[in-house]
């Protein structure tokens, strides 16, 4: 099997670096070979000049500076893999992932896309307030920090559709995906996301940029009005659960959703 691994970056070199050594890591297994593509958005020069002098077997590509969809899609216009692996730059993979794919592809013969797992690299520190980490240990996610798609059918979608600038872009592509195949988790394709400490200000901030996504595209696209109903619901659930842990600024953040940005939209629909 022949994967294209694709790694959108953007101003982080340090990361990336990273990255990339731990996929040079990856188990030889006889039937398996692999190129990594590298698509650049970066506005200096430390990521090229990184990637190519300690990596030289990994394609560096320009980005085009159009958000992330973009970016990923930059990426995939130079795989010849018959599979896409999709990997952010800041992510770890397990040395075994190709070889969990691999076998993922071979026992579900009928499937064109997989999504794989996602942990923190601290857990006990993912748990405080104030932190990010987009954990995926269940499955029903498609955070493409992993994921595996064939590449005929990316190109046969159209990849990522790039009007989502900021978030969301995955779970649009996922509502297409579902529409053309059946998506299996692999809970043993496994990659190590760091957990980052975010400011309420400056999570309150992005607030209104991912649900504008999450909202007027999602919602229009698709034509799915359950959407606010499904954003209250989580909301609200994320509240309790943060009551119960005395996470104060997170508690704060969902009703900022709650109390306004919900309630915009929803009178901005009508």
Not at 222 to 242: T, V, W
């Amino acid at each position: 099997m022949f994967f294209s691994i694709l790694i959108p970056t953007c101003n982080r070199s340090l990361l990336l670096g990273r990255c990339l050594e731990q996929l040079t890591k990856q188990i030889g297994i006889e039937g398996i070979t692999y190129e990594i593509i590298v698509s650049d958005d970066s506005i200096n020069s430390e990521s090229y000049n990184m990637t190519t002098s300690a990596f030289p077997k990994v394609k560096w590509v320009k980005g085009p500076r159009n958000g992330i969809g973009a970016n990923r899609n930059n990426a995939a216009s130079y795989a010849i893999g018959k599979w896409l692996v999709l990997i952010d730059d800041d992510c770890i993979p397990e040395p075994n992932i190709l070889y969990t794919y691999d076998r993922a592809i071979k026992n579900n013969s009928t499937c064109l896309a997989f999504e794989g797992s996602i942990v923190s690299d601290n857990p006990a520190l993912v748990k405080k307030d104030s932190t990010e980490c987009p954990v995926n240990t269940e499955g029903g996610c498609f955070w493409t920090a992993n994921v595996c798609i064939n590449r005929l059918l990316f190109s046969e979608i159209g990849g990522f559709d790039e009007n989502f600038k900021f978030y969301n872009e995955d779970q649009d592509i996922y509502i297409r995906l579902k529409e053309k195949t059946s998506i299996p988790f692999i809970k043993e394709a496994i990659v190590v996301h760091p957990v980052r400490f975010v400011s309420l200000n400056q999570r309150l901030k992005k607030a209104w940029l991912r649900y504008t996504d999450y909202v007027r595209l999602l919602r229009k696209k698709h034509h799915n009005d359950k959407i606010i109903a499904k954003s209250y619901l989580y909301h609200l659930q994320s509240i309790g659960h943060n009551l119960k842990r005395f996470k104060w600024r997170s508690i704060i953040f969902h009703l900022y959703h709650v109390i306004w940005i919900i309630p915009f939209y929803h009178i901005k629909k009508r």
